[in-house]
């Protein structure tokens, strides 16, 4: 019995088809993805484009984040420490205005404060990462060095202006105080007060001793209340970084909206890919040879 053919033509342009659909149904299986090209689905592929640009936005943002908040906190912690020397430092100045004190008992509280001084500074010139805390936008210099001209003492180097970071699409965090108004201020200056204090110790005159005591505390106060910025840029940061894990998560699913694949439905399309193609294959190994014998001479 002769086969037409005809026959053959059509039965390779099935098999060719039968070979794109597995090979499609194996790349959807392997990959999770039903497009893999803009040709595939070209309104998808554009709103994938967009959602990796937001996609990699939230990365960012969330990594500046991170970064600042871990800032934040140290520079909250070097306050922490000035406002436990100042408490001390208040606590001897107290002690050294009582009128009990000889000059020799004088003399050592004052060294105390000194210590407490020099630990000030050593937290004023706090860093990160090679950044200084309090230098104002001026992150690479140390805020704050040694100056026998000046009267405290120290000289600020830095200067007044803020640092701001960016979290979040037209959202920016401002991230220090600078420490001309932390550590300096005219009116409550934690280093101006210590070390007028020092001084009044070794003078020993016990109203000036108070006097600078009080001014002490008085700048105690103060960076208590600088403090405070540190507490809510940080509860800021916090919930920012809450929003965007969110946010990811949404740019996520719709990821898989877009291009996913329904993972049991691709295997049972693979399925009936695998058995077409080889129904196909099988088909055109019957019908070839045949098909290649009529063309042979009698």
């Given at each position: 019995m002769r086969v037409n053919p005809n026959q053959l033509p059509n039965m390779l342009s099935a098999l060719q088809q039968s070979e794109t659909t597995l090979n499609t149904a194996l790349q959807q299986v392997s990959t999770g993805k039903s497009v893999t090209q803009?040709?595939?689905?070209?309104?998808?592929?554009?709103?994938?484009?967009?959602?990796?640009?937001?996609?990699?936005?939230?990365?960012?943002?969330?990594?500046?984040?991170?970064?600042v908040l871990s800032m934040v906190q140290t520079a909250d912690s070097a306050l922490g420490s000035?406002?436990?020397?100042?408490?001390?430092?208040?606590?001897?100045?107290?002690?050294?205005?009582?009128?009990?004190?000889?000059?020799?008992?004088?003399?050592?509280?004052?060294?105390?404060?000194?210590?407490?001084?020099?630990?000030?500074?050593?937290?004023?010139?706090?860093?990160?990462?090679?950044?200084?805390?309090?230098?104002?936008?001026?992150?690479?210099?140390?805020?704050?060095?040694?100056?026998?001209?000046?009267?405290?003492?120290?000289?600020y180097n830095g200067n007044s202006d803020l640092n701001s970071v960016i979290v979040?699409?037209?959202?920016?965090?401002?991230?220090?105080?600078?420490?001309?108004?932390?550590?300096?201020?005219?009116?409550n200056s934690v280093i101006g007060s210590l070390s007028s204090l020092v001084s009044?110790?070794?003078g020993g005159d016990s109203a000036t001793i108070a006097s600078a005591t009080t001014a002490v505390n008085s700048a105690l106060n103060?960076?208590?209340?600088?403090?405070?910025?540190?507490?809510?840029?940080?509860?800021?940061?916090?919930?920012?970084?809450?929003?965007l894990s969110s946010e990811k998560v949404q740019l996520t699913s719709q990821q898989t909206s877009l291009v996913g694949v329904d993972t049991a439905q691709a295997a049972t399309t693979l399925a009936r890919a695998e058995a077409a193609n080889s129904a196909a294959l099988a088909a055109v190994a019957k019908v070839l040879p045949n098909s290649l014998l009529n063309y042979l001479p009698n």
């Open positions: 803009p040709s595939d689905n070209p309104a998808a592929s554009a709103s994938m484009v967009q959602n990796t640009i937001d996609l990699a936005n939230v990365d960012q943002y969330t990594q500046n984040a991170n970064d000035v406002v436990t020397s100042l408490t001390q430092a208040v606590s001897l100045g107290t002690s050294g205005a009582n009128g009990t004190n000889n000059s020799s008992n004088l003399q050592a509280i004052a060294t105390q404060v000194q210590g407490i001084l020099d630990s000030v500074v050593k937290q004023a010139n706090s860093s990160y990462e090679g950044q200084y805390l309090f230098g104002g936008t001026a992150t690479s210099q140390v805020p704050y060095t040694a100056d026998s001209a000046s009267s405290t003492g120290y000289t979040g699409d037209n959202t920016s965090v401002q991230m220090n105080l600078p420490g001309n108004q932390v550590f300096s201020d005219p009116s009044a110790l070794k103060h960076v208590g209340q600088q403090r405070v910025f540190y507490a809510n840029a940080e509860t800021q940061l916090n919930a920012q970084e809450a929003y």
